[in-house]
Structures are given as structure tokens and as C-alpha cells.
């Protein structure tokens, strides 16, 4: 009988720690539920004011570099590379540029953050997500 009671004792035990975890888990989707809530973070690159690519950086599920062409904007002084790290956050890495300014920015990951260009025309922002439609990139 004894060890009836201290089995049955066990399984409660075990049916707290598991509504335990839950409760834990829940007020974790309810943390990130809010986070979205104020909007994703949206990676705006733009060249010469006009936006060329936008991504969802709360989405991204691995890191990715997008690279802006020279060949598709002559203006450019070569092929312009943005990384964006999960972890890190977005930069402008080996970039053909006279003064390298861009690169002295290093990583950006908050909104109202950007990086910018002059002698490119690049400009790297991020901000909330809006109304306008957002291009998955990756
Ligand atoms: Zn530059």
C-alpha cells in the first residue's frame, strides 16, 4: 500500500512540473505574440531613394546576404553586399566604395537603425512593418 501512495504521489508530482512547463511555454508565445504584435522588423534596402528589396528580418530563419549587382545598377562601384546574421544583425561587408563609411556602421538590428551609402546611393534601414507589401527574400 505504502508504495501505492508514493507512485501516485510521483505521478502528481510529475503532472505539476509538466503544467508547469506548460505555463511556461504558453507565457513564452504570449512574450513573442506581443513582440509581433508591434510589427516585424523589416529590412528597407533602398538605392537612390527608391526601395529594391524589403525583408522581414523577424522572419528570416537563417542568415542570408543579398547583393545589390553593378552590373543591374551601373551607378554603383561594384556589387554591393548586405549581411544579415540572425544573431548579429545587418551590415555592409567588402564594399567597393571610396570612403567606406558604410562599413564603419557595423551591425544595425533595431528599428529606426540604417546604414548609408553616400557614394553608392545605398541606403540600409530597418523599420516597422507596414502596410505596403513585403518581398520574402530567401
Ligand atoms: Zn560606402
Not at 103 to 117: D, L, Q, R
Amino acid at each position: 500500500m505504502k508504495n501505492n501512495f508514493s507512485l501516485k504521489f510521483n505521478i502528481f508530482d510529475i503532472l505539476i512540473a509538466i503544467l508547469a512547463i506548460l505555463i511556461s511555454v504558453s507565457s513564452i508565445i504570449i512574450v513573442n505574440y506581443k513582440a509581433n504584435s508591434n510589427g516585424d522588423r523589416i529590412i528597407n534596402i533602398q538605392y537612390q531613394n527608391t526601395s529594391i528589396a524589403k525583408i522581414n528580418y523577424d522572419e528570416l530563419k537563417e542568415d542570408m546576404v543579398y547583393v545589390i549587382k553593378k552590373e543591374d545598377y551601373p551607378d554603383l562601384y561594384g556589387d554591393f553586399t548586405v549581411e544579415i546574421s540572425i544573431d548579429k544583425g545587418v551590415r555592409v561587408h567588402n564594399i567597393t566604395c571610396p570612403n567606406h563609411t558604410c562599413e564603419k556602421y557595423g551591425y544595425i538590428s533595431k528599428k529606426g537603425k540604417s546604414i548609408v551609402c553616400i557614394p553608392n546611393g545605398v541606403i540600409v534601414s530597418i523599420e516597422s512593418e507596414s502596410i505596403d507589401d513585403v518581398i520574402s527574400v530567401g
